[in-house]
């Protein structure tokens, strides 16, 4: 996963940060407010969020697998004369300090944790890091029936600089409990000729909320909370995401 982002980092600020409709990112700095730092955003990517955070005065550090979007993050950062305190790490293992005060892993994260174990895994390490009343915030896409998608459908058309970006994607079943992703991103140029193109591939495991619940359940962690949309939706109905914040027990 982490080569795919290395290849579409320079696209990622009008790709998939553009394609959050909701105001994760103040969701994401009140929890962090909520309880006394230090605070970990895994999979931080090129700084969407964790930049927000330190902006914000919260003491934050960022990890991802990605070396091409934390080197966009360093950028952005020294352009705003932030810290740049984001380090690469496979969140499957992390090398995290304990006595963590809150550990976030946003914009569905958990989704590409696929093998059986893996994610479980993770917050139970994750809840051994926190110290006793920290907390645990988890989210991911709510997951919806969808046709089946044999060939590539337009996601959107954008301007980018002088040039066009284009995406296209497709979405497969590879078992009954994960899809593969494939992306390709086309950069055009105004007359709609072909400058670049890049595919990516990436497989998920969707996670309900229900889900999302027994995972930090098994875990250890207490306390569940749920939003809908970042308290945008009241309910689960006609939400997109769904986000739960657990603690570890002070005893």
């Not at 689960?236 to 739960?244: E, G, H, I, R």
């Amino acid at each position: 996963m982490a080569g795919n982002y290395d290849r579409i980092a320079r696209f990622y600020d009008i790709d998939m940060a553009r394609n959050m409709a909701f105001d994760d990112v103040a969701f994401y700095r009140a929890q962090c407010m909520r309880e006394p730092g230090p605070a970990v955003e895994l999979g931080c990517g090129n700084g969407r969020i964790l930049l927000e955070l330190l902006a914000a005065g919260i003491d934050a550090y960022g990890v991802d697998a990605s070396s091409g979007m934390l080197a966009h993050l360093a950028r952005k950062a020294a352009a705003r004369d932030l810290p740049v305190r984001a380090a690469r790490m496979d969140i499957r293992q992390p090398g995290l300090r304990s006595g963590l005060g809150v550990v976030l892993l946003p914009y569905s994260l958990v989704t590409y944790l696929t093998a059986d174990g893996d994610a479980a895994r993770l917050l139970a390490a994750l809840r051994a890091l926190l110290r006793p009343g920290g907390r645990c915030v988890i989210e991911a896409f709510i997951p919806r029936r969808r046709a089946a998608n044999d060939g590539f459908t337009l996601d959107y058309r954008r301007p980018f600089g002088d040039q066009v970006l284009a995406r296209w994607k497709r979405i497969t079943a590879v078992s009954a409990e994960v899809n593969r992703i494939e992306r390709r991103y086309v950069v055009e140029d105004a007359g709609r000729r072909v400058l670049q193109s890049i595919d990516v591939v990436e497989d998920i495991r969707p996670r309900s909320p229900d889900a999302l619940a027994a995972l930090l359940q098994g875990a250890g962690f207490a306390g569940l909370e749920y939003w809908w949309d970042y308290g945008a939706a009241a309910d689960a109905t006609a939400a997109q995401f769904a986000t739960l914040v657990a603690s570890r027990p002070s005893r």
